[in-house]
Each structure stands twice: as C-alpha cells, then as structure tokens.
C-alpha cells in the first residue's frame, strides 16, 4: 500500500513536474530537496540516501534526461521537469542490459549503492565510444560503493559498452545531451522517442541581468603572485588589451566593449559531462602611474541559479632579474546559490593558484610573440581541484616526514 502524503506544511510551494512519465502535482516545503520527496511523498524508495552532501551518488536519478544528485536538487525548483528514478527504469533496454551484466559479473553485494550506480552508468553506455576502463573508472568515480571493490562493476560497464558498439549502435551526440537548467528538456522523458534538441550557444543566449556594484564587500579574500620575464610596462600595457587577456584565461571569452573601461563577457565551465556558461559585466579602471589597476564585475549562470559579485585588484611592479615582471593580485569574492556550497575558501585558493599558473604560462607567451592561444578550453574545476588535492598531499607528505 503506498504511503500516504505527509500533512502539507504551512509555507509550502506547488510544484509541477513529470515522474517516471507520470505528471505530479504536490505542494513542498521550499528546504525539501527530491530526493526526500521522490521517497517521502511518491514511494519511490528505490533512490536510496547516503551522504545528503552529493558525494556518494546513491541518490542519482535522471533529471531532463540526465545524472544528477536528488539530494543536491530542491523539489521546489524541479517545477516542468522530467524526473526518472530507477523505478522508471524497469523498461529501459540499457538499464535491462546493465542489470544483467551486473548479474553476470558479480558487481552487487548489500545492493544500496546499485540504484545510483545504474543510472550513472547507463549514461556511460550511451556516451563512451568505447569500452575504455580509465573514462568507465573516472565516470563512476562520484558513486561509491562499500563491497564489491568496483572491479565487478567496471567490468560489467565496460562489457555493455562492447557489446551495443559491436552490434552497431553508435553512442549519442555530446552536443545533443548537454546539460541544461531544471526543466530545459521538458517532456523530453526517457523511453518517449523523443530527441533532447542541442541548447543554444553562449552567443545565442540572452544577456544575463546582472548590478556590478562598485564598493561591495568580498565575503572571501585571497592573493596571488605569478613572475614573468618581460618588463613590468610591457606587461602593465597588455592588460589593457581585454580580448588578448580573456584569451589566455582558460574558458574565458568578451563579447562586447559596451563603454570605456566596461567589457561583457564571461566564463565557460566544463565537470565531465556538465556543461555551465557564466556570463555578466565588469568595469575596469587602471593607473600607468602606479602600474596598478582593479576590475570589478558580477555574473550569473545562464539558467539564474547562482551568480557572483567578485573583484581583481593588481599591481605590476619590477622582478628581482632585469627585464622581469612580477604580477600581484588580491581577489574578493562573493557566491551565491547552488555553486557557493562547492565554493570552500581553500578550495577555491588552491584552484586560482593553478588557474593563475595557467594564465600567466598563456601571457608569457603572447608577450614573447608566440601564436595567440586558438580558442582557450573550458575551465576545469574537477581537474584543477584534482591537482589542488595531489599539491595538498604532497605538502602534509613533507611536514610529517620532515622534507
């Protein structure tokens, strides 16, 4: 007998989304994230709950189409979106031919990661080209299992992949399942023959409504330093080129000079298979006197959920050999929504200091005359916060051992 629903709050929020194809209509408290909901409300106890933090992945389901942490999502914001657990699953060809291979290959034991671990890797089988183990490993690295030692598991993946590209059957389109806001593939349910279409381009979108505020206060303040082997006015005069700049910041791009001292842009961000464009404005003032200058600016990511206020002060001041440079910077920050909860002080250090390594490597160059970077790629936090942890191992490593 299915559970009844829980007595209706007072401050609730309705909320109307498509569950495993089925339309739902429910009122919720705005904190309930939907996990709790698909479980509480629905029944659907198959999307188990670990963590609540997003890392162990045993609550994956399939939002638009896509993997995503049920307890990382509010319910409340899912309005118009096609939500698919792993009930919803029961007739998918991929699901059925994972299941099996799971079965086969001995890659389940108590069972309470396994909901989550399918549909991740149901999404592997439609992507990868290939049976590859490392991209199979790296792509089921966000759900973890306590048992089984994931060689099963991997095997079991990696068998699947083989065997549907061996009968012929190509992986899907990168560009047709990029990610979107809560709700942008509407309808586009799993198992309706329907095609999610290709999101519009970072130039198609429209401009993101953002305030830069000129005196606000940073909740977070780090600096950086980088050195390089060119004169400081030299140096001092190509931050004053926006566009050559922008082009060597990873994922960075200009889209327009509005004003004197005022650039349009933004910043593209590549985890995996997620896809984000943050696009706002900054204001930008510079003394050659002093060599200093400060940039101030405000973004927000195309589907609104979260956004930013920041600012870049820098001084160019001369290095310790001739002819040399050396860039100091002090950054302030401010997030909000969704990214701030990944947004840890240290974290976000660690990332700048190895974002600020890259620009100034890609500044170096342009100032020695070399080609100009084609088309900077995405920034990569995953990968950044990977070397950030390896760099951060490596210092404790060297204060227990005395190096």
Known sequence: MNAPLRQVPEGAVAVALTVNGRPVA??????THLADFVREDLNLTGTHLGCEHGVCGACTVLLDGEPARACLAFAATCGGACVTTIEGLDGDEVAGELRAAFNREHALQCGFCTPGMLV????LVLRLPEADERRVRLGLS???????GYVGIVRAVMSV????????????DGAARALGP???HAGDGVGEGKAVSAPPTAAALPPVAVEVVEDFIPAHTFAQSFSLAQPPDAVF???????????CLPGAFVEAEPAPGTVAGGLKVQIGPVAATFRGQARITRDPATRTGRIVGAGADVG?????QGEVRYRVRPGQDPGSAVVELTVGYTLKGPLAQFGRPGLVRDIAGRLTALFAANLEARLAGAPAPAAAPPLNPFALALGALAARLARWRARLTGG
Do not use: K, Y
């Open 142 to 148: 966000g759900n973890l299992c306590r048992c089984t």
């Open 304 to 308: 609104g959920r979260s956004s930013t």
């Open 26 to 31: 429910a009122q919720v408290e705005p904190r």
């Open 182 to 184: 809560v709700g942008a």
């Open 161 to 172: 992949i083989a065997d549907r590209r061996a009968r012929g059957i190509a992986p899907q």
């Open 120 to 123: 991740s890797a149901r999404d």
């Open 237 to 247: 005069a190509a931050f004053a080129d926006v566009r050559a700049v922008a082009a």
